[in-house]
Every structure is written in structure tokens, then in C-alpha cells.
Nanobody, 122 residues
Framework: QVQLVESGGGLVQAGGSLRLSCTAS????????MGWFRQAPGKGREFLAA????????YYADSVKGRFTISRNNAKNTVYLQMNSLKPEDTAVYYC???????????????WGQGTQVTVSS
């Protein structure tokens, strides 16, 4: 069992940056691939980025490639999402998730955090 807690969300102006963190409980964090997703009001959960268990491989959705960076620190049981050049359309609740493989499919992830709100003002 893995429990995930996101932090770092908030209100930012367009063009600004935020770094989200997701800290996991348990000693098995380093065996899981991790992903970040988001869900805007009235929309489905959208894949953003994934990282392998070792951090050696990353994978991004086209919508955030070049603006968002996923990374992890296994010693701190934490995965990060650095978000730059934020746009109003990035407003959503952001979730981290843990799974056996870092795919873009939400059904491939076994554990989810509760989410953190990101609001980008124009």
C-alpha cells in the first residue's frame, strides 16, 4: 500500500511557475513508476507526465512538453512536477499516481493522491 500526498498548488499569474510535490509513505516508493495527471472542471482526467522507478526515463503529453518537467528523489520518497509558462487553461486539480509502469493510461496506476488545486489567472 502506498499513500500519496500532493502539495505546492496555489494561485499564480499566467506566465508564472509552480513546483508540485508528491510525497509517498512506505518503503516501496522506489519500485513504482510515477505519473502526474490533472482534471479541470467538467473534463476527464488528463495525463501530463510519467517517470520510471529509477528516474531514468520520462514521458510527457504533447500539451505540456517543453513547459513541465517531472523528476523524483527516491531518497525523499518524492516526485515533483515543475511547471513553467503557466496558462489559464492549466487551471485544474493536479494528481500524482503510482503504478508498475509509467504509461499515460490512468488505469495503469494503482494508487492516487487526493489532488492539489492549481489556478492560473489571466
Amino acid at each position: 500500500q502506498v499513500q500519496l500526498v500532493e502539495s505546492g498548488g496555489g494561485l499564480v499569474q499566467a506566465g508564472g511557475s509552480l513546483r508540485l510535490s508528491c510525497t509517498a509513505s512506505g518503503r516501496t516508493f522506489s519500485s513504482y513508476a510515477m505519473g502526474w495527471f490533472r482534471q479541470a472542471p467538467g473534463k476527464g482526467r488528463e495525463f501530463l507526465a510519467a517517470i520510471s522507478s529509477t528516474g531514468g526515463s520520462t514521458y510527457y503529453a504533447d500539451s505540456v512538453k517543453g513547459r513541465f518537467t517531472i523528476s523524483r528523489n527516491n531518497a525523499k520518497n518524492t516526485v515533483y512536477l515543475q511547471m513553467n509558462s503557466l496558462k489559464p487553461e492549466d487551471t485544474a486539480v493536479y494528481y500524482c499516481a503510482a503504478g508498475q509502469s509509467g504509461t499515460s493510461l490512468r488505469y495503469d496506476y494503482d494508487f492516487w493522491g487526493q489532488g492539489t488545486q492549481v489556478t492560473v489567472s489571466s
